[in-house]
């Protein structure tokens, strides 16, 4: 059963850093793209970053985190992360890590196989 | 970036009610789109992909059409767990961008 926890989340002030893990189970792990998704309190879906299989190559940062957001794995450990630098109170929001092949699924028509973590909520205050 | 625009941002319907949601593309995406179901708290989960495949264990009650830029999800018979906020999301392309979701309510 593949399953996604996130971890890391909490408090921190603005400016403040914080590092977001995804530990993952249940799937070859350093085979899949894995994504970063947010979500602030009553709003939508933010797609913020992804990473290849092998960490070698990042495939997008939303200009809202770009520069200050780092997407990276380790596979060894089979974690994915989130290094999140100079937050600002507008970063507040759930992030979910997202295991979904969504090349492949163009590439083959289907079946979609998604999995979410549960999130971890950042609340960026003074 | 390919932008994704759903209408309405919220709907209020009863139950056993027809609805339809319609998700539009900035540009052409095929067939790359899909479409989740998000409920208070919870992560969203997929409903449908490819524009139109139902995703397994999903009941015959949602369907999806459209090709191109423009998408439409419908449910028939509402029911009170239908009540809930719905997204599509284009994997044409990165970013892999979300509409910005339609509250579905209960009238």
């Known amino acids: 059963e593949v399953q996604l926890v996130e971890s890391g989340g909490g408090l921190v002030h603005p400016g403040g850093s914080l590092i977001l893990s995804c530990s993952a189970s249940?799937?070859?792990?350093?085979?899949?793209?894995l994504h970063w998704v947010r979500q602030a309190a009553g709003k939508g879906l933010e797609y913020l970053s992804a990473?290849?299989?092998?960490?070698?190559?990042?495939?997008y940062y939303a200009d809202s985190v770009k520069g200050r957001f780092i997407i990276s794995r380790d596979n060894s450990q089979n974690t994915l992360y989130l290094q999140m630098s100079s937050l600002r109170p507008e970063d507040t929001a759930v992030y979910y890590c997202?295991?979904?092949?969504?090349?492949?699924?163009?590439?083959?028509?289907?079946?979609?196989?998604?999995?979410w973590g549960q999130g971890t909520l950042v609340t960026v205050s003074s | 970036d390919i932008q994704m625009t759903q209408s309405p941002s919220s709907l209020s319907a009863s139950v056993g009610d027809r609805v339809t949601i319609t998700c539009r593309a900035s540009?052409?995406?095929?067939?790359?789109l899909a479409w989740f179901q998000q409920k208070p708290g919870k992560a969203p989960k997929s409903l449908i992909y490819?524009?139109?495949t139902l995703q397994s264990g999903v009941p015959s009650k949602f369907s999806g059409r459209g090709s191109g830029t423009d998408f439409t999800l419908t449910i028939t018979s509402l029911q009170p767990e239908d009540f809930a906020t719905y997204y599509c999301?284009?994997?044409?392309?990165?970013?892999?961008?979300f509409g910005q979701g339609t509250k579905l309510e209960i009238k």
């Open positions: 999301q284009q994997y044409n392309s990165y970013p892999y961008t």
């Open positions: 540009q052409g995406i095929s067939n790359y």
């Open positions: 990473i290849s299989g092998s960490g070698d190559t990042t495939y």
């Open positions: 997202v295991k979904v092949e969504w090349g492949t699924l163009r590439d083959s028509g289907g079946p979609l196989e998604d999995y």
């Open positions: 490819a524009a139109s």
């Open positions: 249940g799937f070859a792990f350093s085979s899949y793209v």
